[in-house]
C-alpha cells in the first residue's frame, strides 16, 4: 500500500488551521482514526454521532459548569469520537481538571485553540481531505483489482494472490482450507509463523493483534477462509475492502480449477454406468478409484438418488451441481461419484471416516441439499431422495443402487407409510416388495383380509381402516375410537363385523402380525394399480380356512 489510508487525529494536527492547537489531554489517543469533523454545541449528544467524528465547539452551549462539561466528555467517549477540539476565551476560559482527568483516563484527545479559528475553513479543508483520501482508496482498490485479474489469467493464481495482499497491505495473511490445511504469507521467521498459527488454533490470536475474516464462497458454499493480522493498530476498512476483493478472485479461481475438474472427470458418468450395470471387476473399480483419489480409503458404500421431474432443465449446469454435492458431503467425510439420468441424479456414497455414523452423516448432508440456496434456484418439482443398503463390498454397490430404486418406488406408493428415506428402514415391504415379484401378495391378501377388503367394496365401508386403526394402538378401544373419531358403539359394532370376517382371534400373535403384514401389502398394491385396476379386484366374502 503506497499511502496511509487512515486520517490521525495526530495528522490533523499537522494542518495550518491548527497551528495555534495544543493538546491538553489524551495524548495516548492521536492515532484514533476521524472519519468527518463535525461542529457541536449542545450539552447533550445522545444519538447525534456516529463515531469517529472529531468535535469543534466553541463551548457556548456549555456554561453549565464543571459537571456539565466533564459529563459531554464522557458523552463524546461512550459516543468513540475521535476527539474533541474547543476554542478558548470567547466562552470558555479554561478546561476543568476533572474533564482532564477524564480525557487522559480515556485516551480520549483534548485539543484547544489559544486563538480564534474559523471552523468554517477547518470543516472546509478537512472534508476536502477526506473526501481525497477516498477516491484515492476507490483508486487504490480500482488498481488493485485489475491486478487480481491479471493474476487469475495466470499459472497457480492462488498463491500469487495471497503473496499480493501480503505486499500490498503488508499484513500478514493465514490461508486454510476445509480441509484443514493453512498457509501463511509473512516476513516473519518459521518459528514465529507457527507461534501465529498456533496463537490461532487456540483462538487467542485477538489478544495479541487486530483479525479480519472473509470467507472464500463458491455456490453458496465456503472452500476457504482467509484472514489478515495486524500488530501495529486495527484493520482499517480499506484494508477490509481488499480482504474482500481479494476472497471473491480466490473463489473465482477455486471455481475455475474445480470446473476444470469436472470436465476431467467426464469420463466419470460413463464409467459410474458401468459400475452399477455390473460391467467392471472389483479389480477394476479400485484402480480407478486409486486414480481419482489416491489416499481414499473405505469399508462401507451405498447410491443415494436425487429425483426430480425437470432434473434434465440443468445438465448444462451439471458440472456446477457435482462441485457444490462433492464439496459439501466431503466435509463430511463422504467420496463422491456422480451420474445424472432421466429425471435423477445418481450419488455413490463412499464412507471415508467410521461406520458406525455414515448414515447420519448422509441425512445431515442430505438435509443440506434440500435447503440450499443452489438447489433451490432450480425450482425442482416432485423433489426426493432415496438410499439404497449399505454395503461393504465394491460390487455390492450394484445392489445398493437397485434398493435405493426400490426405496423410492415403495416411498411414492405409499408416502404416507414411510418416513425414512433409506432402503434399510423399509421393513416389512422389503417382504411386501420381493412376495409382490414372485406373484403371490394378491393370495396373501386375499387369505388374511380379502373379506375384509370385499365387504368394504361392497357397502363403502371403513372396516379396513378400522382393523388397521385397532392393530396399531393394541387393541385399546378408547383410543382406536378416539383416533377414527367415532363413538365407542360404533367400534363395537364395527369389530363384531371383523369378527365375523376374520375370526375372533386376529388378534392372536402369528394371526395379528399376517394380517399386519396383509394390511401393508394391500396399500402398496393399491397404490400400484390405477384405482378401477384394484376396486374391481374380487375377494371372497368368507375364507374358511382362517377360522
Known amino acids: 500500500m503506497n499511502f496511509e489510508v487512515k486520517l490521525s487525529v495526530n495528522e490533523i494536527l ?12 489524551g495524548k495516548g489517543g492521536l492515532d484514533r482514526l476521524v472519519r468527518w469533523v463535525h461542529v457541536m454545541e449542545v450539552d447533550s449528544i445522545e444519538s447525534l454521532l456516529n463515531g469517529n467524528e472529531l468535535i469543534l465547539s466553541t463551548g457556548v452551549g456549555w456554561k453549565g459548569g464543571e459537571n456539565t462539561f466533564t459529563s459531554l466528555i464522557q458523552q463524546s467517549i461512550d ?14 476560559s479554561e478546561i476543568p481538571e476533572a474533564a482532564l482527568q477524564l480525557a487522559n483516563t480515556n485516551d480520549f484527545p483534548l485539543i484547544v485553540f489559544q486563538k480564534k479559528v474559523r471552523f468554517i475553513d477547518i470543516t472546509q479543508e478537512l472534508h476536502s481531505l477526506l473526501i481525497k483520501k477516498h477516491y484515492r482508496i476507490l483508486t487504490d482498490l480500482e488498481d ?18 495471497l503473496q499480493l495482499i501480503h505486499e500490498h497491505l503488508k499484513l500478514t495473511v493465514l490461508y486454510i482450507t476445509n480441509q484443514g ?21 487456540s483462538n487467542n490470536i485477538s489478544k495479541h493483534m487486530s483479525v479480519a475474516h472473509q470467507s472464500v464462497q463458491a455456490l453458496n458454499q ?79 458404500y451405498t ?54 455414523d ?19 434456484k432450480y425450482k425442482f418439482s416432485d423433489f426426493s431422495f432415496s438410499v439404497g ?56 391378501i386375499t387369505d388374511y383380509i380379502g373379506p375384509v377388503i370385499s365387504q368394504d367394496q361392497q357397502n363403502s365401508g371403513e372396516l379396513l381402516k378400522t382393523l388397521k386403526t385397532y392393530l396399531q394402538c393394541k387393541g385399546a378401544k378408547k383410543e382406536t375410537a378416539e383416533q377414527l373419531h367415532i363413538v365407542r358403539q360404533t367400534l363395537y359394532h364395527r369389530l363384531e363385523k371383523l369378527y365375523e370376517l376374520i375370526g375372533r382371534d386376529f388378534m392372536d400373535p402369528y394371526k395379528r402380525q399376517a394380517i399386519e403384514v396383509a394390511i401393508s401389502s394391500y396399500e402398496y398394491i393399491s397404490a400400484s394399480q390405477s384405482k378401477s385396476e384394484y376396486e374391481n379386484t374380487t375377494f371372497p366374502r368368507v375364507v374358511n380356512r382362517l377360522y
Open 181 to 201: 490445511e493453512i498457509e501463511i504469507i509473512s516476513k516473519k521467521e518459521r518459528a514465529e509463523e507457527e507461534k501465529i498459527i498456533q496463537l490461532f488454533k
Open 222 to 300: 465456503t472452500f476457504a477462509d482467509l484472514f489478515v493480522f495486524s500488530e501495529s493498530g486495527s484493520i482499517t476498512e480499506f484494508e477490509s475492502l481488499i480482504l474482500d476483493r481479494s476472497a471473491i478472485a480466490l473463489a473465482q479461481s477455486l471455481l475455475r480449477e474445480l470446473y476444470i475438474e469436472e470436465q476431467r472427470k467426464t469420463k466419470e458418468a460413463e464409467w459410474v454406468r458401468r459400475w452399477l450395470e455390473g460391467e467392471n471387476s472389483a479389480e477394476q473399480i479400485q484402480k480407478y478409484l486409486s486414480e481419482l483419489e489416491p489416499n481414499l480409503k473405505s469399508n462401507t
Open 358 to 376: 455414515f448414515k447420519r452423516r448422509i441425512q445431515e448432508g442430505i438435509e443440506v441439499l434440500k435447503n440450499s440456496d443452489s438447489f433451490k
Open 79 to 92: 459516543a468513540n469520537a475521535a476527539g474533541l477540539c474547543i476554542e478558548l476565551g470567547t466562552y470558555i
Open 144 to 161: 488493485y483489482s485489475n491486478r487480481l485479474n491479471q493474476l487469475l489469467l495466470s499459472a497457480n493464481p492462488q498463491q500469487r494472490i
Open 14 to 25: 499537522k494542518n495550518k488551521h491548527f497551528a495555534s492547537a495544543k493538546v491538553l489531554a
Open 389 to 444: 443398503k449399505f454395503v461393504t463390498n465394491l460390487n455390492e454397490v450394484r445392489n445398493s443402487y437397485t434398493s435405493a430404486k426400490e426405496t423410492m418406488n415403495i416411498r411414492e406408493k405409499i408416502p404416507n407409510e414411510l418416513n425414512s428415506i433409506f432402503y434399510e428402514d423399509l421393513y416389512i415391504f422389503r417382504m411386501v416388495l420381493a412376495a409382490h415379484d414372485q406373484g403371490i401378495l394378491n393370495e396373501f
Open 303 to 356: 447410491v443415494l438418488l436425487c429425483k426430480a421431474v425437470n432434473i434434465e432443465k440443468v445438465s448444462s449446469e451439471f458440472n456446477y451441481i457435482k462441485i457444490y454435492c462433492r464439496s459439501m458431503f466431503e466435509q463430511k467425510g463422504i467420496f463422491l461419484l456422480t451420474d445424472i439420468g432421466k429425471n435423477q441424479i445418481i450419488f455413490i456414497l463412499i464412507n471415508k471416516w467410521k461406520k458406525e
